[in-house]
């Protein structure tokens, strides 16, 4: 197929690459602009503008695709299909309709829940068993559209960072399934009444909440691992905790227990098991607490 390819960070990169291994034509990959990284704040492409680079693929990175000449030159790559994992910008209809079989999506949950920006956080934060990906025709609603393959795999105790590579991995392989005969997959229209909201993640979620029982908070932990990082604050300095584990010990929320940093919350205790200070790497609790012991009795913020 002549494929349009739409898409920015990480989790779109196997889509990208399963898409070309498999004989497609991408005649473009779309993409969000270059954006500031790193302490020297110098401008970074996306990993999708990265990997369509190495492929000698044809890059864009409108800032929108609402104005007409925006709409006038996606249209005119006279694409079969346009594929589109996690890209950035609103379609308009124009766009949407100018492929001959539309835009398909990777929606990185098991649709109707978790519509919207950040599905894999909120599904973890949720204490989902399961979650998935959807391929789904997009149109104007916020992924409303109609299902054509779903496929599942289970939470357990993932990380976000974790679930997203699987997740990215899954979706590459349905869509190959998908584009490989459309007809083999008849649209299916989802329950609104089942819907819910993905809203998209504000970093003050980040901040740990030990007035709520342990397995919450152990959630919070692997929902915003490895990026923003769920955090405590000790002495005016930012912890990051990557992993935890749930203790049944008890005691005052947010009071350290032992020497061992075991963190009452409102119901049972998290351990941390690996855990960052500000600028310094990530590292295991006992190697930290050897260097900055946290005594027995603090409370942390």
């Not at 990208?16 to 498999?22: C, D, G, S, T």
């Not at 929606?107 to 978790?114: D, E, F, G, I, K």
């Not at 504000?202 to 919070?220: N, S």
Request: contains cysteine.
């Amino acid at each position: 197929m002549r494929i349009i390819f739409m898409g920015t960070p990480d989790f779109a990169v196997p889509a990208l690459v399963a898409l070309v291994e498999a004989g497609h034509e991408v005649v473009a990959a779309y993409t969000q602009p270059p954006r500031p990284a790193g302490r020297g704040k110098q401008l970074q492409p996306s990993p999708v503008q990265r990997e369509a680079e190495a492929r000698a693929i044809a890059v864009r990175t409108p800032l929108t695709l609402r104005d007409l000449e925006a709409q006038a030159d996606f249209a005119a790559l006279e694409a079969d299909v346009a594929v589109v994992a996690a890209y950035g910008l609103i379609l308009p209809v124009p766009v949407l309709e100018a492929p001959r079989h539309g835009c398909l999506n990777i929606h990185a949950s098991l649709l109707p829940r978790w519509r919207g920006a950040a599905p894999i956080q909120r599904a973890i934060l949720a204490g989902d068993t399961l979650t998935g990906v959807t391929i789904m025709q997009m149109e104007k609603g916020l992924d409303t559209g109609p299902m054509l393959k779903t496929v599942r795999t289970v939470v357990d105790r993932k990380t976000a960072g974790e679930l997203t590579a699987e997740l990215a991995a899954l979706g590459a392989g349905a869509m190959l399934d998908v584009l490989a005969d459309l007809r083999a997959h008849p649209p299916q229209v989802q329950d609104d009444r089942l819907a819910t909201h993905a809203a998209k993640i504000d970093k003050a979620e980040a901040r740990l909440d030990f007035t709520r029982d342990a397995e919450f908070v152990e959630r919070q932990i692997r929902a915003f691992a490895p990026a923003p990082g769920a955090f405590f604050e000790f002495e005016g300095e930012r912890y990051r905790v990557l992993a935890a584990a749930v203790v049944g010990h008890e005691g005052v929320a947010g009071t350290v227990l032992d020497d061992q940093l075991t963190i009452a919350c409102g119901h049972a205790a998290i351990r941390p098991r690996l855990i960052q200070r500000a600028g310094r790497p990530v590292m295991e609790t006992a190697e930290l607490l050897r260097g900055r012991a946290i005594a027995a009795g603090t409370r942390l913020g």
